[in-house]
C-alpha cells in the first residue's frame, strides 16, 4: 500500500468508522423503534379483528340457540319426524291384517292391495310391493261406485297362471269420501294351450264364469267394507295430508316470525336425524338430503357447529355459512332433529377491507396502515374468503401460502415478521389463527411504506457523512504529497528491480533516510546482476548437458506428475513440452499394453524410496528400453519425485537374437555337414542293393511293394540331406538380375490350378515399374514356393492368398521414426501406428536387417495362422506346424537362409484363426 494511502487512511478510517457507527446506530434504533410501533399496531388490528369476528359468530351462534328452544318450532318438526312412524306402524296393521284375516278365506286369492289415490300401493299381502307406483285408473271404472270393477283375464308369466282383477273403492266414514282402491288379484282355472304370446285361451263356460264372477264381486265388496282397512286407510291417507300441513305450517312461521329478527340471516331449515330438510324458508329445499354435508356430520357428533365460509360465484349473496343446533322433545329430551340458520358473509368484508377504518377506531388510535395495510382470512385451503384491496375478484380464488399462514397452521398461535405476501411483496404483517374455523387473520403492510421515512434518514446520513469524508480527504492530500514525492522515484527503480530489469541505475541525491535507502538498493541491484548471471550461466549449462544425453530423462514429482523432460524425450515421442507437462506417467505411455500399472518403475520407485531398474517392451514406441528410476529428495530429506531414464536397447537385443540364432546355425551347419556325409554312404550302399532287389523281385508281389516303400523313404532321407548340406554351405550365390513381377507371375501360373481345385483363390496386387533386384532367381521360386505352399497347407479348407509387391524407401526400414501420442482406443491407436509408420505387428517376428531402399514381397493367407507362443520357432529348422509325415521343418529355415544370402530379411505376422503373412525384404 502507498503511503500516500496510508496517510490518507489514517486520517479517514477513524473519522468513517465513528461517522459510520453513529449513523449505522441511529438508523438501527430508527428502524426498530419504527418497526416495533408498526408491529404493535398490526398486532392490535388482528386482535380486533379476531375479538369482532369471535363476537359476531357467537351472536349467531345465540340465536341459533334461541331457535332450537323455540317450542312451536319444536313440536311442529316432531309431528313432521314422527310422519314416517305412523304410516310405518299403520301400514304393519293393515299388511297383517290382509294376510291373516283376508287373502287365507280362499285359496284362489293371489294378492290383496291397497292403492291410494296417488298411485302408490299403501298396503298389500306381498309386501315387495308397498310403495311401488301403480295406476289406480285401471282399477277404476263408471260403475265401481256402485260396486265393483272387473278388470280383463290376463296372464301372468311370473306365477304362469291366469289372473283377473276385482277393485272396489275404500270410502271415509264419516263424509263417505273415496279413501283409495282396495284390489283382490284372483287365479282363475284354464284348459287348452297357449297361444303363440304367451297368453291362455281361456275356454271356460259361461255358467262357471258367471259363478266365480259373482262369487268373487261378493268378496272384494265385502273386503272394502271391513273396518280395519278403511281405518287404517283413512289414517294413513291423514298422516300424510298432516304431515304436508304441518311442514307448511313451520316454513310459514320460520319465514315470518324468525328470518326476520336479523338482516343477516338468509334462511332457516329444520333436518330430521336422517339428513333430510322436513321444513326450510327457502322454496325447493324441502326434502333435499344434507347428511353428506359436514355441518351435518359435526352437529351430529358435538350437538352444534359452525360451518366454514361457503362461496357460489352464481348466486347473488356469494358467500355464507351456516350455524346448526341440535334440538330435543320437551319432555322425553330425545332428540328429534336439527336446526339450521345460513347467515350472509359480508359481515367478514366489514371487519376487513371495506369498513377498516371503523373497526380500526373501534381497536384504538391505530394510525401508520396508510395506503397499503391491508386486513384479509384465509381458510383451511389457504384460499382468501375475503376481498382484497390490491387484487379484484380474489375471494375464494387467491391462493395464500406465507410464511405468516404457514406459522398459523404449524404452531397454532402466529407470527408477526417481515415476510413476502401474495404479491411477493415484502410486507410488515401479523397473522393470528381462528382455531375454531380453522382460518387464518392477516393484517400486513407494505414494507416499502413502512420504512419510508428511514430512507429520507439514511440518504441525509450518508450525504453528511460524504461530505465530511471529501473534507478529511483534502487536508490528507496536501500533507502526504510532501511526504511521498521522494519515494515515488524509489518505488519505481524498485519495481523495475521485480520485474527483472536491472540495467536501470538508481540515482537518489537526498542525504536523509531516504537517500541512505536509495544507496542500498543499488548496492543490492549490483549484487543481484552479478548473481543472475551466474545463475543463468549454470542453467544454460545443466538444460544443454540435460538435453544433450540421448537417453529419455523424465523428472515427476511425488504424484507421478510430470515436471520437466529433456529433447530425446520429447523427439522419441513426437511431442511438444505442453502436450506431456503436467500429466501422470502412465497416461504418457497409456498405450502401452504390455505395462502393467501397478509393475510401473516410477510408482516402484515412489514407494520403496529405493532406485529400479526394469528392462521394458514398449509396444507404443515398438522399442526395448532399460529404465531405471531412482528417488528425489530436497535439502531437508523429504521425497519430492522421481527421475526416470529410459535407455534404448532395441539394437543390442537385435544384436544379441541375430548372434544367438547365427551360432545355433553355424553349430547345425557343423553337425549337419559331420552327420550327411556318415549318412549318406550306408544310404548309398543300401540304395544299390534295394535296386538289385528289385530287379529280382516278383512283379506286383507284396516284397516288390515293400521294397519301393524302402526306397522311397531312402530318397526322402536324401532330400532332407541335400537340403541340411545346402543349408550348412555358405556359400555365395550366383546372382543376375531378376524381374519379381515377372518371376511370380511364373510361378502362380504353375501352381494356381492345383490351388483352384481345393479353392484357393489368388489376388494379386504388384506394383507396377517395380525395379529388378540382383539375386539368384531359382533359390528365390524356392522361397516363394515353399511360402505358397505353406499357405496351401494353412487351408485346407480354401480361402485365400494375396501376393503383394512394392518398392519401400529407406526411411521405412531401419530405425522407425518417433510415434506421436494420440487419443483414441489401444488397438485404433495401434493400428493407426503401424499404417502410417510401418511398425511391426506385436504378433510380428522379424530375421536380419536391410539398410536402404528395397523391394517388398508379402504373402498374406486366410488360414489356421500361427499361435503366438510359437512364432519365435518359426525360423529355427526342423520346427513345423504340420502334422507328423507332412513336413521335415526345413523350408523356413532354409527360405530364411537363402534370404539372408541375399542381404534381405524375412518377417512374419500372424494371429491365431487369422491367418499369416510373411514378408520379404530384398535390397534393389
Known amino acids: 500500500m502507498k503511503i500516500r494511502v496510508r496517510i490518507l487512511l489514517w486520517f479517514l478510517i477513524p473519522f468513517a468508522l465513528i461517522t459510520t457507527i453513529e449513523a449505522v446506530c441511529f ?96 298396503a298389500s299381502t ?40 276385482y277393485s272396489a273403492v275404500l270410502l271415509s266414514s264419516a263424509g263417505r ?107 325447493g329445499q324441502t326434502g333435499r338430503n344434507v347428511s353428506g354435508e359436514a355441518y351435518f356430520t359435526k352437529t351430529m357428533e358435538t350437538g352444534s357447529c359452525i360451518s366454514d365460509l361457503y362461496h357460489t360465484a352464481d348466486s347473488r349473496q356469494k358467500t355464507f355459512f351456516n350455524v346448526a343446533r341440535l334440538f330435543a322433545n320437551e319432555t322425553t329430551d330425545k332428540t328429534t332433529g336439527i336446526i339450521v340458520n345460513r347467515y350472509r358473509g359480508d359481515y367478514l368484508k366489514k371487519i376487513t377491507y371495506n369498513e377498516m377504518s371503523d373497526i380500526l377506531r373501534k381497536a384504538g388510535p391505530l394510525e401508520g396502515l396508510g395506503e397499503t395495510g391491508e386486513l384479509y382470512i384465509v381458510n383451511s385451503d389457504k384460499l382468501m374468503i375475503t376481498e382484497s384491496r390490491f387484487i379484484k375478484d380474489a375471494v375464494f380464488k387467491q391462493v395464500v401460502d406465507t410464511k405468516g399462514i404457514r406459522a398459523a397452521f404449524e404452531n397454532g398461535r402466529g407470527m408477526i415478521g417481515v415476510y413476502p405476501d401474495y404479491r411477493d411483496i415484502p410486507v410488515l404483517g401479523a397473522s393470528r389463527y381462528f382455531k375454531e374455523l380453522d382460518w387464518v387473520l392477516l393484517v400486513e403492510k407494505d414494507a416499502a411504506e413502512a420504512f419510508a421515512p428511514l430512507v429520507s434518514l439514511r440518504n441525509v446520513t450518508l450525504l453528511a457523512g460524504f461530505m465530511g469524508i471529501m473534507v478529511f480527504s483534502a487536508v490528507a492530500v496536501f500533507i502526504s504529497r510532501g511526504i511521498t514525492r521522494p519515494i515515488n522515484n524509489l518505488v519505481t527503480h524498485t519495481q523495475n528491480i521485480t520485474k527483472g530489469v536491472l540495467s536501470k541505475q538508481i540515482r537518489i541525491k537526498r542525504k536523509d533516510e531516504i537517500g541512505s535507502l536509495g544507496r542500498s538498493f543499488e548496492t543490492m541491484r549490483k549484487r543481484l546482476v552479478r548473481s ?141 555337414a559331420g552327420v550327411v556325409h556318415e549318412v549318406l554312404n550306408p544310404l548309398n550302399i543300401i540304395s544299390s542293393h534295394i535296386q538289385l532287389m528289385l530287379t529280382e523281385a516278383e512283379k506286383g508281389s507284396e516284397t516288390e511293394e515293400d521294397l519301393k516303400s524302402i526306397r522311397e523313404e531312402i530318397a526322402r532321407i536324401v532330400n532332407i540331406t541335400d537340403g541340411l548340406l545346402r543349408f550348412s554351405r555358405k556359400e555365395e550365390a550366383e546372382a543376375g538380375e531378376v524381374d519379381t513381377n515377372s518371376l511370380l507371375e511364373k510361378i502362380i501360373s504353375i501352381v494356381a490350378p492345383d490351388m483352384k481345385l481345393i479353392n484357393i483363390k489368388f489376388i494379386r496386387e ?69 499404417t502410417q509408420h510401418s511398425l511391426p505387428d506385436p504378433s510380428k517376428r522379424q530375421a536380419g536387417k536391410l539398410k536402404g531402399d528395397s523391394v517388398r514381397i508379402s504373402f498374406e493367407d486366410t488360414g489356421s495362422g500361427i499361435p503366438k507362443e510359437k512364432l519365435d520357432s518359426v525360423f529355427v529348422p526342423f520346427f513345423t506346424t504340420k502334422k507328423v509325415g507332412k513336413g521335415t521343418g526345413l523350408g523356413m529355415s532354409i527360405s530364411y537362409g537363402i534370404v539372408k544370402n541375399h542381404g534381405g530379411t524375412l518377417s512374419v505376422e500372424s494371429e491365431k484363426g487369422k491367418g499369416t503373412k510373411f514378408t520379404i525384404d530384398l535390397p534393389c
Not at 379483528?49 to 312451536?72: A, P
Not at 311442529?76 to 312412524?85: D, N, P, Q, S
Not at 310459514?252 to 324458508?281: C, M, R
Not at 507421478?560 to 507437462?581: A, G, M, Q, R, W
Open 177 to 283: 269420501e273415496p279413501l283409495g282402491v282396495l284390489v283382490n288379484r284372483i287365479k282363475i282355472g284354464q284348459r287348452g294351450d297357449r297361444i303363440r304370446d304367451g297368453k291362455s285361451a281361456v275356454q271356460d263356460t259361461e255358467k262357471n264364469n258367471q259363478d266365480i264372477l259373482a262369487v268373487n264381486k261378493t268378496r272384494t265388496i265385502d273386503f272394502s267394507s271391513d273396518g280395519l282397512i278403511r281405518d287404517t286407510t283413512e289414517e294413513l291417507v291423514r298422516i300424510e295430508e298432516m304431515a304436508f300441513y304441518h311442514a307448511d305450517l313451520l316454513n310459514t312461521y320460520l319465514y315470518e316470525n324468525k328470518q326476520s329478527l336479523d338482516p343477516d340471516l338468509l334462511a332457516v331449515f329444520v333436518v330430521n336425524l336422517d339428513g333430510e330438510i322436513i321444513s326450510s324458508t327457502e322454496i
Open 532 to 672: 543472475f548471471r551466474r545463475i543463468e550461466d549454470a542453467r544454460r549449462d545443466w538444460e544443454i548437458t540435460f538435453d544433450s544425453v540421448k537417453d529419455m530423462i523424465a523428472i515427476y514429482d511425488k504424484d507421478y506428475i510430470l515436471v520437466k523432460c529433456n529433447h530425446t524425450f520429447l523427439n522419441k515421442l513426437s511431442v511438444k513440452p505442453e502436450d506431456v507437462i503436467g500429466k501422470k506417467c502412465h497416461e504418457i505411455f497409456n498405450h502401452d499394453e504390455n505395462v502393467n500399472v501397478s509393475e510401473c518403475p516410477v510408482i516402484d520407485a515412489s514407494k520403496t524410496l529405493e532406485p529400479v531398474t526394469r528392462e521394458i517392451k514398449s509396444s507404443l514406441l515398438q522399442r526395448i528400453f532399460i529404465v531405471s528410476c531412482f528417488p528425489r529428495f530436497n535439502d531437508n530429506g523429504d521425497y519430492i519425485g522421481v527421475v526416470q531414464v529410459m535407455r534404448d536397447i532395441t539394437e543390442e537385443k537385435l544384436a544379441q537374437e541375430e548372434l544367438v540364432l547365427s551360432h545355433k546355425m553355424a553349430s547345425i551347419g557343423q553337425l549337419t
Open 27 to 122: 438508523y438501527v434504533h430508527a428502524r426498530k423503534t419504527i418497526e416495533q410501533n408498526i408491529f404493535n399496531q398490526l398486532e392490535i388490528a388482528a386482535v380486533s379483528m379476531q375479538e369482532n369476528i369471535q363476537m359476531y359468530l357467537e351472536s349467531k351462534r345465540g340465536r341459533t340457540i334461541d331457535f332450537s328452544s323455540d317450542g312451536f318450532i319444536r313440536e311442529v318438526a316432531e309431528k313432521i319426524t314422527l310422519k314416517e312412524g305412523m304410516i310405518e306402524r299403520y301400514a304393519s296393521a293393515l299388511n297383517h291384517h290382509l294376510i291373516a284375516n283376508k287373502k287365507s278365506l280362499d285359496p284362489g286369492i293371489h294378492e290383496v292391495l291397497v292403492v291410494d289415490l296417488n298411485d302408490r300401493v299403501i
Open 766 to 834: 504388384f506394383e507396377e515399374g517395380l525395379p529388378e533386384i540382383s539375386a539368384n532367381s531359382e533359390e528365390l521360386r524356392q522361397v516363394f514356393l515353399n511360402l505358397i505352399t505353406n499357405a496351401r497347407d494353412a487351408m485346407p479348407e480354401g480361402g485365400t492368398l494375396t501376393v503383394r509387391t512394392r518398392k519401400v524407401r529407406s526411411k521405412k526400414l531401419g530405425v522407425h521414426p518417433p510415434v506421436p501420442i494420440r487419443a483414441g482406443s489401444e488397438e485404433e491407436k495401434d493400428s493407426e501406428l503401424r
Open 126 to 165: 306381498d309386501k315387495g310391493r308397498v310403495g311401488e307406483i301403480v295406476s289406480v285408473e285401471k282399477y277404476l271404472s263408471e260403475e265401481i261406485f256402485s260396486g265393483t270393477s272387473v278388470g280383463e283375464p290376463y296372464y301372468d308369466a311370473r306365477l304362469q297362471e291366469m289372473l283377473i282383477d
